[in-house]
């Protein structure tokens, strides 16, 4: 072989190996290297005994032997009956042999249907490891709750784990429009190759289903909120079906989006209203149609009345009309309806952030109890950071489900690093106080303030036919994140960042210490360099892409930036206090309080609620103006020490991941100057006063950042 040969093969394969780990995620299952923990697996792991063969338990019983012969480099023995010790036992409750199923009875009372024990037992003074729950998906969660110990290097030694979700529909929603772009899509285009569907079965699904699982997501929306009536079709539905089949054995239902005129569409009616019977009985013969091909469909979500949505009001009737007449439809097969609470009208002058509440805040104890309301995190639209949602907590009588947004619409698309479970996090362990002290979204989201029966949380996912899936590598710890806290919203990011690290590049302390820190300042570094003490939705128009605070001139008020920051000679912010639009009582009494005061508002959401003067003294001294360019300094410095964290941890890592991540950053930290100047020169021409000392000066005109036009950029239909 040539010597420049060997070199291109070289590359190519050590290409391919990189490349395979960018697409194996958080599943890496690299050899442990620290012999201590070498010897004390191999020693607990010589073999696999699986109680049951369905093709759940297959797939459970594979994952396990894949993972432990790659960890440890060695093939687990895979046994039919209990001999010896050491053994690990997987099966569900009820096809585990009866010694197991006594010496584990009371265990099981620990559990819910898709909570798993893991647990190291001594049976027949025998010691065994056993992984099981009351079904087989249970047990497969087990199992990757188990691999998650490994390759995060935890002690297998005695072992007594007890762990069920705390939420019912864990679930992704999908943007993706049927002609595969993505809306707001920033991975590539959608996993769903509906021109080949149904016969060819992309080994993607198998792969996407496996990642799911492994986190505990049980359920997909496949099609985009803004639908299209022809996933309903005959034709589509076999396409769905296929798909559905795929994802059944790793516990995930199917759901799709429900275009509300989708009888007049597709179904020859004059009308799509809801009170209409020949309405009522097309879309019941609809549902009993997609339950013959998928018995286990998980329901529809709807975007209704939202955004030019068809819905129930083009009918005189309301979102309770909508909902429950579909509720009624899927009710025979167990199908939920997940109903959007995201409204704001172009007729209605009053402020956006309080038009969600203010219409559906009415409607509690009015849906049908399959019904289940979906309700985006803040009150505008998943900004880098808003105060959370009024209606959670002030609906007692009707279920709301959380909405987050996984993919970065307004966070800087897959370029920019954003860890975003510091972003839920901070949402879930708000205190609404709607129920005294203590009343956190994550309480309304579990359904545990008020004894909800079905409970949930939505991310819209930032998935697409990108190799590494998600765009940037850094992504990947959002899904990941996301489906964990959906899972328990009450974990804590920086233990999600830490397995996260472990299991998708290193457990080694030099590299995880750092590299944690940095993402978990991550999400504060885009707040303070997009949006800092409050401000919000000044990104540029359509595709959202950049700033664009200077946008006055698009036909509904509400799509402008300068509706948002009104920023004058006076000061900057949207007074939402008494004083102003009064969103502040939308919240309960105590956190209404706390907003309404500027004395006791948070910093943090200052110029979400108050219009402040240039000169209005923050808490550290400075005034508002110097503040705030601080901030915007602040955020940029923070990206150049990402930067630096991230040059050393070269050795750590594949150099395939390692050179992707370096240039991201490098292009995040020039958006992130870009986004400090634009803002800064344009809120001057208000403010009129020089930047503080510490603040760079820009180096392009004001004229120069409204020049700039990005008519492809991507997610934007
Ligand atoms: C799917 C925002 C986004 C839209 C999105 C909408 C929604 O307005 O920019 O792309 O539409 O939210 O959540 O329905």
Redesign the pocket.
């Known amino acids: 072989m040539t010597l420049s040969r060997f070199v291109f093969l070289f590359v190519l394969i050590s290409f391919s190996a990189s490349a395979q780990k960018d697409y194996k995620l958080w599943l890496q299952y690299n050899k442990i290297t620290n012999p201590e923990i070498v010897s004390e697996y191999k020693s607990s792991l010589k073999s696999i005994i699986s109680f049951g063969n369905s093709e759940t338990l297959k797939i459970a019983t594979k994952e396990l032997e894949t993972g432990i012969l790659s960890i440890l480099d060695q093939k687990p023995e895979i046994k039919k009956e209990i001999e010896g010790e050491n053994n690990l036992i997987i099966g569900s409750q009820f096809s585990l042999n009866s010694d197991l199923q006594k010496a584990l009875q009371s265990d099981f009372e620990k559990i819910n249907n898709e909570g798993f024990i893991i647990k190291s037992i001594a049976l027949k003074n025998k010691k065994q490891l056993i992984i099981t729950g009351k079904n087989d998906v249970a047990v497969l969660y087990g199992v990757f709750s188990f691999l998650r110990l490994m390759q995060t290097n935890k002690s297998l030694k005695d072992l007594n784990i007890a762990d069920s979700p705390k939420t019912n529909i864990r679930i992704l929603n999908h943007?993706d429009n049927l002609d595969r772009t993505v809306?707001?899509g920033y991975a590539g285009f959608s996993l769903w190759n509906w021109q080949k569907l149904p016969d060819f079965i992309d080994q993607r699904y198998i792969d996407y289903a496996r990642a799911n699982a492994s986190i505990g997501i049980n359920g997909t929306v496949l099609t985009?909120?803004?639908a299209n009536a022809l996933i309903l079709t005959p034709q589509y539905l076999e396409k769905v079906e296929a798909l559905a089949n795929v994802f059944r054995p790793y516990g995930i239902k199917v759901y799709l989006t429900a275009r509300f005129s989708a009888p007049i569409e597709i179904g020859n009616l004059k009308t799509a209203d809801p009170k209409d019977p020949e309405v009522m009985n097309w879309w019941k013969n609809k549902a009993t149609e997609i339950y013959k091909r998928i018995p286990d469909f998980g329901g529809f979500l709807v975007?209704a009345n939202?955004?030019g949505q068809p819905g129930p009001q083009n009918y005189g009737r309301d979102h309770v009309d909508g909902a429950n007449m579909l509720a009624d439809a899927v009710a025979p097969f167990g199908g939920v309806i997940m109903w959007?609470a995201?409204v704001y009208s172009e007729h209605d002058a009053n402020d956006r952030a309080k038009q969600a509440y203010a219409e559906f805040q009415p409607y509690d104890g009015k849906f049908k109890e399959n019904v289940i309301v979906q309700v985006?995190n803040g009150a505008i639209?998943?900004q880098p950071r808003e105060p959370f949602h009024p209606l959670f907590g002030a609906m007692p009588k009707t279920p709301l489900m959380m909405?987050f947004q996984i993919t970065q619409?307004y966070l800087g698309f897959s370029t920019h690093l954003v860890f975003l479970p510091k972003l839920f996090q901070e949402v879930l362990a708000s205190d609404t106080y709607q129920k005294g002290k203590g009343s956190t979204v994550a309480k309304v989201v579990d359904g545990s303030l008020y004894n909800n029966k079905i409970t949930g949380i939505a991310g819209?996912a930032n998935i697409g036919n990108d190799l590494n899936w998600t765009g940037h590598p850094f992504a990947q710890a959002n899904w990941y994140g996301f489906g964990r806290l959906a899972w328990n919203p009450y974990l804590d990011a920086e233990v999600i960042a830490d397995e996260w690290l472990r299991s998708t590049f290193s457990n080694d302390e030099n590299f995880i210490k750092p590299v944690k820190k940095m993402m978990m300042e991550s999400r504060e570094a885009v707040v303070n360099y997009m949006t800092p003490l409050g401000l919000h939705h000044i990104m540029d128009t359509g595709h959202?892409y950049g700033p664009g605070p200077w946008v006055s001139n698009l036909s509904r008020p509400e799509w402008n930036p300068v509706y948002y920051h009104k920023a004058d000679k006076n000061g900057i912010g949207f007074d939402r206090s008494k004083t102003g639009t009064n969103a502040t009582a939308q919240y309960a009494p105590e956190v209404e309080k706390l907003f309404d005061n500027l004395e006791t508002c948070p910093e943090k959401d200052l110029l979400w609620f108050h219009h402040v003067s240039w000169d209005y003294k923050l808490k550290n001294g400075q005034t508002l103006w110097n503040g705030l360019a601080l901030k915007y300094q602040e955020g940029v410095n923070q990206v150049a020490a990402m930067q630096d964290v991230w040059n050393k941890t070269g050795k750590y890592i594949d150099s395939e991941r390692f050179h992707e991540v370096q240039m991201l950053l490098e292009i995040q930290y020039k958006e992130a100057k870009w986004w400090r100047d634009a803002c800064l020169l344009y809120f001057q021409q208000y403010s009129g006063k020089e930047l503080p000392l510490g603040v760079e000066k820009p180096t392009q005109t004001l004229d120069y950042f409204k020049s700039l036009k990005f008519p492809f950029a991507p997610g934007n239909?």
């Open positions: 943007w809306e707001r985009n909120v803004n975007k939202s955004e959007r995201f985006k639209d998943f909405e619409e819209v959202h239909g």
